[in-house]
C-alpha cells in the first residue's frame, strides 16, 4: 500500500525553525508533484508550497521568504524548511504527493503533523 509518512512537527518558539519530511513509500512507478498544505482550526485548508516535477517551486505569499519546499527524488522525500516560525503558522501540516501506480495517477495524503508556535 502506498503511504506518505511525514516527521519533523513540534513545538517551537515564534522566531524559531523547523523542517518537515514526507517519504512516499510502496509499490509505485513514479513520484510527480509534491506539495505541503496546511490546515488550522476555523480556517480553510490553504496550499503553502509546492513543487512539481521538472518545474519551479512556489510559495504561498503568507510564507513567503521564510518557507522553501525542496526534494530528494531519488528518495522520493520531499521537505518544507520552516524558519522565522510565526504563531499564525500553528497548523496541521499535510503533504500531498501525485503518484503513478503502472497508468494510474492519483493523488496520496500524509497523516499530518502538529506544528504549533508559541508567542
Known amino acids: 500500500q502506498v503511504q506518505l509518512v511525514e516527521s519533523g512537527g513540534g513545538l517551537v518558539q515564534a522566531g524559531g525553525s523547523l523542517r518537515l519530511s514526507c517519504a512516499v513509500s510502496?509499490?509505485?512507478?513514479?513520484?510527480?508533484?509534491m506539495a505541503w498544505y496546511r490546515h488550522a482550526p476555523g480556517k480553510q485548508r490553504e496550499l503553502v508550497a509546492i513543487?512539481?516535477?521538472?518545474?519551479?517551486?512556489y510559495v504561498a505569499d503568507s510564507v513567503k521568504g521564510r518557507f522553501t519546499i525542496s526534494r530528494d527524488n531519488p528518495k522520493n522525500t520531499a521537505y518544507l524548511q520552516m524558519n522565522s516560525l510565526k504563531p499564525e503558522d500553528t497548523a496541521v501540516y499535510y503533504c500531498?504527493?501525485?503518484?503513478?501506480?503502472?497508468?494510474?495517477?492519483?493523488?496520496?495524503w500524509g497523516q499530518g503533523t502538529q506544528v504549533t508556535v508559541s508567542s
Open positions: 510502496g509499490s509505485i512507478s513514479s513520484v510527480n508533484t
Open positions: 513543487f512539481p516535477t521538472g518545474g519551479t517551486a
Open positions: 500531498k504527493a501525485n503518484i503513478r501506480v503502472r497508468t494510474l495517477e492519483y493523488d496520496v
